[in-house]
Each structure stands twice: as structure tokens, then as C-alpha cells.
């Protein structure tokens, strides 16, 4: 049954390809490296979701619209974004008095957008 | 000749048997990571004030200017240079009475905070490749963030006693089937933010103690009892933890779970645990300010004596706070990777990069100067992941400064300012 919306945890976390990227933060590589979120196949398939196709991720924290890919790496339930600037608008940022804000394990709804990505630039004017 | 040796200045590996062709800039033997790190790659030009091309030396005047005019600076960043610059860098924060904190504070601060409390049963990656006869990456993930560290110590790697993958068990847990997980022998999947009830499970099980449920964290009572075996009956094991188990709900009392864990394990036999360190030198971000002023980061000189305290100095809680008026940001990128409360202020305060390439902070950076790459354009010191130091080389000319010079020339410029 297509959802408009679906309840997730999200996790960021790093990759080959935004470690590869990460001394070039002003490229389109880079961008590329970072601005996508990954889904479970049913979940994927719950959104509705096609190649290309963009989701916008919030939490108590912030949203974000990156685009959407399959993974066959995750459970159901649970979404991974690369670390970078598009994770961290949605991160939790209290440290709970250890110096580590919380970037892995906050509760997000994710559905389906038509607006636009933004771009690495963008995002910092939105900050 | 060509091709020189050289030691990869990218992950906490440091991979030193890697190589670099200098007439044709080409890197050999890399991993994709250390490969982009040793590429021609964008830099930044020149020094900038205000997005205006200066000198190093006008550059360095407004970059003094600010941190003495500053009531508390801080001073982040320190993972990606070398020990010598990470020294001056301690100096200068302190005459600057500012606020020193480094990349570990949003990697694995945690687990020294655990090592605080409990200490760490640690061992070299050397003991580790010729001895571990079970290896366990628990929310770390070293196919995508220490793509040779397998090859090289933890996996695949030919020791002496231990003769290579055969000889070995690779037990993966996380949260995700990753890169890595496919390539275990075991893959036990947790979910999310259940490390400590899953490590707590294992060191009632490991007692002989039973437990009341059937499923912890996601994982059934019969696969943890298979685990728990498994490392009682190892020869020699190691759990290398990465941040899934520092940046999850429990953070650093996921890492000190894990030690007492392990404290265990070696009454029957035994095991070591060890971070999965990220930068090059983020050992040496943390082990140098401790070896100057006795703490590793989130360390306040705004009295004039060092005091540590991560719930009010390090770095995202400052900026969260809002309690720093300037910032000199080096060999990191606070911008992209801290969390947009924290950037906020960023964006309002003065703020000074130090870095070979362009990034996130170097937009909102005012005063911006461009370093050496260390490993290639610059010498120095640098910390691998379990502490052994590595003199990483200079194999190409550059016009560029070495963080090193730059500090320098920045501390002789404050104390000048200063009048002391």
C-alpha cells in the first residue's frame, strides 16, 4: 500500500564516496556524495518512490529534501544520509553534557516533495 | 627516481607502505580515499581577508588582531595536521585565553571519556594482525572509512601466529548490513541506539548469568549466546568500535559498557578493545594538548590555567551557547559537519580557516589561509589510530605554508599584539 508518509529513524554516517569527496566540499561530486537518503526497499516502495525522485526528512530538529535511493543495506524503518550539511539540518544537536551532539538514531517522518534540492551553498544561506 | 615512499595522510591507518609517482603527481597503492587525498585537486589561492587576495603576513596581522581583540575565542579543528602544529596551536590558545577543542569532540571524545573512567585494554594493530584470532567491528564500518585496514591488520592481514583470513573470525555489529557486515563470518544486526543493552546482555551471558527476555536490542537470545561463546572461546579477540556506538543514544556509557565488558573477557582470555580513529592525526589532536596541559579536548584557558569540562567547552556546546566571539578553525570543517544550531553562530562571529582546500567553513570565513598539504608538500609528526607515531614526508615543493610555519608566525604576531 503506497503511504504518503512513513515513520523512520535516521542515521548518517560516513561512505567511500563522501570520504573520497571530502576535500573538494565545493564540487558537484561532493554535493552529490551527500545529498541523498537511503531507504529500505519496502519502504522505498511504501513512498510510492522512483529513481530521481526527492523526499523531504524532518524531525523535532530541522528538515531537509534530499533525494531518495534503495538500499539493500538497511531494516526497514531506518534511513541513513551521509554525514555532511543535508544530515546535520536534521540531527539532534544537544550533547547531553558530553560534547557529542546526537548524530545517529532521530525519530523522522519522511514523504515524498517536489521541492528542490538544494545546493551546498543554499543550504548554508538557509542556517 | 620518481616514485617515492610516502605515509598517506588521510585516515587514522596512516598506511605507511604506500607510494607517490612525483613527476607524473600520481598515487599508487592507495585506497580511493588516500588516492583523493594525494590528487591535484581545487585549492585555495591565495590568502584572503574578506574574500580579498593578501599576503601571509597581512593575512596572519588581521588573523592575530581578531583572537587578541576576541574576550574568548576558540580554537577548533587539529585532526588533519601534524603534532609539531598541534603544539603551537595548544601554546596559542592559551595566550589567546581561549577554548581548544578538536574533531574528536564530534568523533570519539566518548570513548575517552570512558577511558576516563574505566581505562582501555588496548593493544598495537601490530599485536592485533599477528595475534587476533576473532575480530569484531561493532558499529564501525572500515570497507568505506579504513578501506585497508583489513587488508593490512584486521582481516586479511598475514601475521605471525595468525596466518591470514582463514585463520580468523570477523563478526560484524551494527545497525546496518554494511560493506563490511557482507564480508563477516557473522553479521549480527541491532537497532538503532541499542549498544549498551546488547553489551550488558553479553556480559550477563558471558558470567553464565541467564537472561530474562528473548530478544535484546533486535538481536535473539540465542544468537547473543552464540556470540558470547564465540568470545570466551577466542585466543585473542578485539572489538574495534566506530561511531555508531559514540554517536547513538548512550554515547560514551556505550563505550564504558564495552571496556567492563572486555574487563571481563580477560578472565578467560584475551580481548582488547580499540577506536576506529578517523583523521590521520586525531590521535595526535588529543594526545598533544594532553601531554602539554593534561586534558585531550573541550579544554577552557579563558582563567589562564587549563580546565576541562565537555558539557560547557567543547565545541558544539559553545557555539551553542553562544559563548565565543571569535573562532580559528583548522584542518577541519565545523560548516558541514556540525549541526545547524551550532553553525548559527558560526555564521555571526569572526572567524579564521587554516586549510590546503576550499570548504564549507571557508564561506563563511573572514580571514583564510591556505596550508601545505602534510604527507606530501609538508613534514611532521602524526599519531596512527593506536598511537604509534609516524613522521610523515615532504615529497613535493610547494609555495604554500606548513600549519606549522603559520602558527608560528601567528603566536609571535599575538604575543607581539599583547606586549608581552
Given at each position: 500500500?503506497?503511504?504518503?508518509?512513513?515513520?523512520?529513524?535516521?542515521?548518517?554516517?560516513?561512505?567511500?564516496?563522501?570520504?573520497?569527496?571530502?576535500?573538494?566540499?565545493?564540487?558537484?561530486?561532493?554535493?552529490?556524495?551527500?545529498?541523498?537518503?537511503?531507504?529500505?526497499?519496502?519502504?522505498?516502495?511504501?513512498?510510492?518512490?522512483?529513481?530521481?525522485?526527492?523526499?523531504?526528512?524532518?524531525?523535532?530538529?530541522?528538515?531537509?529534501?534530499?533525494?531518495?535511493?534503495?538500499?539493500?543495506?538497511?531494516?526497514?524503518?531506518?534511513?541513513?544520509?551521509?554525514?555532511?550539511?543535508?544530515?546535520?539540518?536534521?540531527?539532534?544537536?544537544?550533547?547531553?553534557?558530553?560534547?557529542?551532539?546526537?548524530?545517529?538514531?532521530?525519530?523522522?517522518?519522511?514523504?515524498?516533495?517536489?521541492?528542490?534540492?538544494?545546493?551546498?551553498?543554499?543550504?548554508?544561506?538557509?542556517? | 627516481?620518481?616514485?617515492?615512499?610516502?605515509?598517506?595522510?588521510?585516515?587514522?591507518?596512516?598506511?605507511?607502505?604506500?607510494?607517490f609517482d612525483v613527476e607524473e603527481f600520481k598515487p599508487k597503492k592507495f585506497c580511493k580515499l588516500g588516492r583523493s587525498k594525494f590528487s591535484k585537486k581545487?585549492?585555495?589561492?591565495?590568502?584572503?581577508?574578506?574574500?580579498?587576495?593578501?599576503?601571509?603576513?597581512?593575512?596572519?596581522?588581521?588573523?592575530?588582531?581578531?583572537?587578541?581583540?576576541?574576550?574568548?575565542?576558540?580554537?577548533?579543528?587539529?585532526?588533519?595536521?601534524?603534532?609539531?602544529?598541534?603544539?603551537?596551536?595548544?601554546?596559542?590558545?592559551?595566550?589567546?585565553?581561549?577554548?581548544?577543542?578538536?574533531?574528536?569532540?564530534?568523533?570519539?571524545?566518548?570513548?575517552?571519556?570512558?577511558?576516563?573512567?574505566?581505562?582501555?585494554?588496548?593493544?598495537?594493530?601490530?599485536?592485533?594482525?599477528?595475534?587476533?584470532?576473532?575480530?569484531?567491528?561493532?558499529?564501525?564500518?572500515?570497507?568505506?572509512?579504513?578501506?585497508?585496514?583489513?587488508?593490512?591488520?584486521?582481516?586479511?592481514?598475514?601475521?605471525?601466529?595468525?596466518?591470514?583470513?582463514?585463520?580468523?573470525?570477523?563478526?560484524?555489529?551494527?545497525?546496518?548490513?554494511?560493506?563490511?557486515?557482507?564480508?563477516?563470518?557473522?553479521?549480527?544486526?541491532?537497532?538503532?541506539?541499542?549498544?549498551?543493552?546488547?553489551?550488558?546482555?553479553?556480559?550477563?551471558?558471558?558470567?553464565?548469568?541467564?537472561?530474562?527476555?528473548?530478544?535484546?536490542?533486535?538481536?535473539?537470545?540465542?544468537?547473543?549466546?552464540?556470540?558470547?561463546?564465540?568470545?570466551?572461546?577466542?585466543?585473542?579477540?578485539?572489538?574495534?568500535?566506530?561511531?555508531?556506538?559514540?554517536?547513538?543514544?548512550?554515547?560514551?556509557?556505550?563505550?564504558?559498557?564495552?571496556?567492563?565488558?572486555?574487563?571481563?573477557?580477560?578472565?578467560?582470555?584475551?580481548?582488547?578493545?580499540?577506536?576506529?580513529?578517523?583523521?590521520?592525526?586525531?590521535?595526535?589532536?588529543?594526545?598533544?594538548?594532553?601531554?602539554?596541559?593534561?586534558?585531550?579536548?573541550?579544554?577552557?584557558?579563558?582563567?589562564?590555567?587549563?580546565?576541562?569540562?565537555?558539557?560547557?567547552?567543547?565545541?558544539?556546546?559553545?557555539?551553542?551557547?553562544?559563548?565565543?566571539?571569535?573562532?580559528?578553525?583548522?584542518?577541519?570543517?565545523?560548516?558541514?559537519?556540525?549541526?545547524?544550531?551550532?553553525?548559527?553562530?558560526?555564521?555571526?562571529?569572526?572567524?579564521?580557516?587554516?586549510?590546503?582546500?576550499?570548504?564549507?567553513?571557508?564561506?563563511?570565513?573572514?580571514?583564510?589561509?591556505?596550508?601545505?598539504?602534510?604527507?606530501?608538500?609538508?613534514?611532521?609528526?602524526?599519531?596512527?589510530?593506536?598511537?604509534?607515531?609516524?613522521?610523515?614526508?615532504?615529497?613535493?615543493?610547494?609555495?604554500?605554508?606548513?600549519?606549522?610555519?603559520?602558527?608560528?608566525?601567528?603566536?609571535?604576531?599575538?604575543?607581539?599584539?599583547?606586549?608581552?
Amino acid at each position: 500500500m503506497v503511504k504518503s508518509m512513513i515513520e523512520v529513524e535516521v542515521i548518517s554516517g560516513r561512505t567511500l564516496d563522501q570520504g573520497a569527496t571530502v576535500e573538494e566540499k565545493l564540487t558537484d561530486e561532493y554535493f552529490k556524495a551527500v545529498n541523498y537518503c537511503e531507504l529500505n526497499e519496502e519502504d522505498y516502495n511504501t513512498l510510492g518512490l522512483a529513481e530521481g525522485d526527492r523526499v523531504k526528512v524532518k524531525t523535532e530538529f530541522g528538515e531537509v529534501v534530499v533525494f531518495a535511493k534503495k538500499s539493500d543495506e538497511l531494516p526497514k524503518g531506518v534511513a541513513f544520509i551521509p554525514m555532511g550539511p543535508y544530515a546535520n539540518q536534521i540531527i539532534d544537536p544537544s550533547t547531553d553534557s558530553t560534547g557529542m551532539p546526537q548524530y545517529k538514531g532521530i525519530k523522522a517522518t519522511i514523504e515524498k516533495t517536489d521541492e528542490k534540492v538544494l545546493s551546498v551553498k543554499e543550504l548554508l544561506e538557509v542556517i | 627516481m620518481a616514485t617515492k615512499k610516502v605515509i598517506c595522510t588521510f585516515c587514522g591507518s596512516v598506511c605507511d607502505d604506500v607510494e607517490f609517482d612525483v613527476e607524473e603527481f600520481k598515487p599508487k597503492k592507495f585506497c580511493k580515499l588516500g588516492r583523493s587525498k594525494f590528487s591535484k585537486k581545487e585549492r585555495i589561492k591565495a590568502p584572503m581577508i574578506d574574500g580579498k587576495e593578501v599576503s601571509y603576513e597581512e593575512a596572519i596581522q588581521k588573523a592575530a588582531e581578531i583572537l587578541v581583540n576576541a574576550k574568548k575565542p576558540l580554537l577548533y579543528g587539529w585532526a588533519s595536521t601534524a603534532n609539531e602544529a598541534i603544539r603551537l596551536g595548544v601554546i596559542l590558545t592559551e595566550k589567546v585565553r581561549g577554548v581548544y577543542d578538536q574533531c574528536a569532540s564530534v568523533c570519539h571524545a566518548p570513548g575517552t571519556l570512558a577511558v576516563i573512567e574505566e581505562g582501555i585494554p588496548g593493544a598495537s594493530l601490530g599485536a592485533i594482525k599477528n595475534r587476533a584470532d576473532l575480530v569484531i567491528f561493532w558499529g564501525s564500518n572500515p570497507m568505506e572509512a579504513h578501506p585497508r585496514h583489513p587488508l593490512r591488520y584486521s582481516m586479511s592481514a598475514k601475521g605471525l601466529l595468525i596466518k591470514g583470513r582463514n585463520d580468523r573470525k570477523v563478526v560484524v555489529v551494527d545497525v546496518r548490513k554494511t560493506k563490511t557486515a557482507k564480508k563477516a563470518d557473522v553479521f549480527v544486526q541491532i537497532k538503532p541506539g541499542y549498544d549498551y543493552p546488547v553489551i550488558s546482555a553479553l556480559r550477563a551471558l558471558i558470567k553464565g548469568e541467564d537472561i530474562d527476555v528473548d530478544e535484546v536490542g533486535g538481536v535473539s537470545k540465542e544468537q547473543l549466546k552464540e556470540l558470547a561463546e564465540m568470545m570466551k572461546n577466542a585466543k585473542y579477540g578485539v572489538i574495534f568500535y566506530g561511531l555508531g556506538v559514540t554517536q547513538s543514544r548512550g554515547r560514551d556509557r556505550n563505550i564504558e559498557n564495552a571496556v567492563k565488558l572486555i574487563q571481563l573477557l580477560n578472565r578467560y582470555t584475551r580481548f582488547v578493545i580499540w577506536p576506529m580513529r578517523g583523521h590521520y592525526n586525531v590521535v595526535g589532536s588529543g594526545e598533544v594538548p594532553a601531554w602539554e596541559v593534561g586534558y585531550q579536548y573541550a579544554i577552557d584557558f579563558s582563567r589562564g590555567y587549563p580546565r576541562f569540562s565537555p558539557a560547557e567547552f567543547s565545541a558544539n556546546e559553545v557555539l551553542q551557547r553562544e559563548d565565543c566571539d571569535a573562532a580559528l578553525v583548522i584542518a577541519a570543517d565545523p560548516v558541514a559537519h556540525f549541526p545547524k544550531e551550532s553553525v548559527k553562530h558560526l555564521k555571526k562571529i569572526p572567524v579564521i580557516q587554516i586549510d590546503p582546500f576550499p570548504n564549507m567553513t571557508t564561506l563563511v570565513a573572514n580571514v583564510v589561509i591556505p596550508s601545505a598539504v602534510y604527507g606530501l608538500e609538508a613534514e611532521g609528526t602524526a599519531y596512527r589510530m593506536d598511537g604509534i607515531p609516524l613522521r610523515v614526508k615532504k615529497v613535493i615543493d610547494t609555495e604554500y605554508w606548513s600549519d606549522e610555519k603559520i602558527l608560528e608566525e601567528l603566536l609571535k604576531k599575538v604575543v607581539e599584539l599583547r606586549g608581552e
